[in-house]
């Protein structure tokens, strides 16, 4: 017995033993020294096997729906233990991450205001410690109600769309009570009054104040990066 994907299940006979062929043989092929022929119970045998994935999937659905009806009535308290171990496993995430890449506690304050010092991007500093590319060198952020803008310039590939995700990706992880990638810094009133001007920038970029009403001037910023943090 021998198969094919065009004409299934046969069974061949050479042209010498033609002869020899039962009667309840039924043929299926010609070829030039042969003849294939098939029997009644070949053709039920090859009907079961050609249509068994067929018969499986149908199976494997029937048994499928058969668990969610089951399942139905306990809908509700799955729901709830679902939703409570997503909620654990994103704190506990968060948590490694603020204790294995030391992020700190981020410090609301009343007035409008963003400030992160030696801020850094989760995302590409974890590419450049894979690849052995260097550190990521840090960067500080000060916006506050005079300074509400900053204009960011500097050659391609220089850092300037890193800078940005990297203040928004800190805002972000805040905002859900996450520990953000930047350095702590003592409560504010043991700091200085905070420059208005983001320092500590990748080589051959550029920060410039914007300040409210027509007496502004720009200013870059060049000074190198200290110990800091957000609040």
Not at 148 to 176: C, D, E, F, H
Not at 192 to 206: E, N
Request: hydrophobic share 35%.
């Amino acid at each position: 017995m021998q198969f094919n994907k065009v004409h299934g299940f046969y069974i061949e006979v050479t042209s010498s033993q033609l002869d020899k062929v039962p009667d309840d043989y039924r043929r299926r092929q010609t070829l030039k020294n042969a003849e294939r022929f098939i029997t009644p119970e070949l053709k039920a045998f090859e009907d079961k096997a050609l249509s068994a994935t067929e018969r499986a999937l149908a199976r494997e659905k029937w048994l499928y729906d058969q668990v969610l009806d089951q399942l139905q009535p306990h809908m509700p308290p799955l729901t709830r233990l679902a939703e409570a171990l997503a909620t654990l496993d994103v704190l506990c995430c968060l948590a490694e991450r603020s204790l294995t890449l030391n992020w700190c506690a981020p410090q609301f304050v009343a007035e409008p205001c963003i400030e992160i010092e030696a801020g850094r991007h989760p995302v590409v500093e974890a590419r450049l410690a894979e690849t052995s590319s260097g550190a990521f060198i840090a960067n500080d952020t000060r916006l506050n109600a005079n300074t509400r803008m900053q204009v960011i310039t500097g050659p391609n590939m220089g850092g300037k769309s890193t800078y940005m995700r990297q203040v928004a990706l800190i805002v972000l992880l805040a905002s859900i009570g996450s520990h953000v990638p930047a350095a702590q810094l003592p409560p504010r009133a043991d700091r200085r009054h905070p420059h208005p001007h983001r320092r500590g920038r990748r080589s051959g970029q550029r920060a410039i104040d914007l300040h409210a009403g027509d007496d502004w001037k720009p200013r870059k910023s060049c000074t190198p990066p200290r110990r800091t943090a957000w609040c």
